[in-house]
């Protein structure tokens, strides 16, 4: 068995990447990505390497030499480069394509050992390489029977999304044995090549005979859980260094992207913090349904859209303000603020993150479970000199619920010092007792004018990608000075139109948090079961956990992504746990929950993948 490479490629989208090397030199993690492949091939039983080469074919050719690993290397040019797409390139190696069976590979790919060693493998003699079809794929897809025969090569222009469950994506490595190229892929490749011309793709061949002959072609089904990218611009370079990184830098990776984890379909968040149950499928439709206008058109100004929070949360709209997710609010309330700010350690640090940490005074809860009160708080500031108070409630990463008329104590204590009042109530909905333990209500925001509210509509409400928070207090001048600072247009449209429809769904919304309140109990009868985990009952919907020996939060972690897939929050670097080990786990659905207990109890067991 012979491998051919086709790296004649310019690689123009790589931008300055490719500026002066072939597409293939590209490093990924400490490697380039033909001598990552190059390895892989030399675990195997390959006679030789053919390589057709184009774009600084020089350079690749300097690189790799004569030989691999003792593997004689061949190198066919394509001079045409520039103008060929890789129909020509293959054409080109066609005589070597009929003198051994070949592995055909294209040099941008990156891919784990297991999928060269399982197509080997596969006892077929033509096969396809294919992945189940995910967002991220782009170019050539194909359908499959119940066999694997494939039975249509689908290319862009006749791609059809509804029709996504179908389709598999070519990963653009094959196996041809040298009968099949010399009785069927290269006297199609010829004649297509003499009647189409040099700028067409070899996958047109490939659907030409699936279509004459389902039988003589087969697809090769990579596992799920396989690992490869298609590394055809910078965004896929950033990609495939997370997925590919070292046990080193896996962890950090991940964690530095803070979201878009959209991009990883595979990967299980445990990490950020959302409502699985809510918006409904209904509600979905419904966005869906004015998805083309939404696109299409801008979306209302500031002023419009808090009126719409205004019905949304039946505030009195001058009392509110909008915003771009609530880190967009908490930012500019921050940089508003005199003084010091009285603040609870370990804390959701988005605020501690605005200003300067000599602008805090941090009172740190240092008993075990991190459970504070109301008459803890106002003990603790009695005697500090702050001019504004923040309570997270409940505290995140702890899930400490401080209950509603303690709350309006301290919103008492606060106004009689004139100490401004920051209460955020982003998993308020969370608690027992759900929405009723809300303060978002006009005589609340009017009896306190110290008082302001912060919530996030992302998190409990779902919709993360929306980008939706709101800020409410009876302080005119406060609202009316950050509504200056924000943008006119600083909310999309999708969320504009989520906050107009809400209404109509808000008992759907009651019930999923009622449903979070239930799977939260369950979830922690089960993972207090973990014998290296001391969780801390919370009433949000996520657990802090301490991890106990053998194991640390880091390690706990670690394993958890590269052996599972599922990622949590290390703690580890947060202020107030004293170098303690921590980790914050999320409470999703009943399925994923299980998928994540499971997984610990492998761990515990000493079981990886």
Sequence with gaps: MQAIILAAGMGRRLGELTNENTKCMVNICGKTLIERLLEQISEHNFKQIVFVIGYFGDKLKSLIGNNYKDIPVKYVENPDYKTTNNIYSLYLAKDYLLKDDTILFESDLIIENTILNDLINNPYANLTTVAKYENWMDGTVITIDEENNILSFIPKKEFVFSNTDKYYKTVNIYKFSSSFSENHYIPFLEAYSRTMGKNEYYEDVLRVISFLNHSTLKAHVINPEQKWYEIDDIQDVDIAQTLFANNDNILSNYQKRFGGYWRFPKLLDFCYLVNPYFPTERMKDELKSYFDTLLSNYPSSLNVNCLLVSKFFGIKHNYLAVGNGAAELIKELMYLL??????????????????DSNDFIPYYVNNDSFNYTSKDIMSFFSDKKIKSLLLINPDNPSGNFIPINDVLEIA????????????????????????????????????FPNMIIIKSISKSYGVPGLRLGILASNNSALINQIKKE??????????????????KYEKDYINACNKIISVRAEFLKDISQIKYLRVI???????????????TATELTFQLLNNFNILIKNCKSKCGFSNKEFVRIAVRSEEDNNRLLEALKKINNGITL
């Design 338 to 355: 005199p003084g010091k700010t009285g603040i609870m350690f370990p804390a959701f640090e988005e605020y501690y993150n605005r200003k």
């Design 412 to 447: 008492s204590w606060t106004n009689k010092r004139n100490i401004t009042f920051i209460l955020d109530e982003s998993f308020v909905d969370f608690s027992e007792g759900s929405v009723l333990n809300s303060l978002l209500k006009n005589e609340i925001l009017e009896q």
């Design 486 to 503: 924000l943008s006119i247009w600083n909310i999309n449209s999708f969320a504009e139109y989520f906050m107009q429809i809400f209404n």
């Design 537 to 551: 009952p919370s009433m949000a919907n996520y657990f802090l956990c301490e991890v106990k020996p053998p194991f």
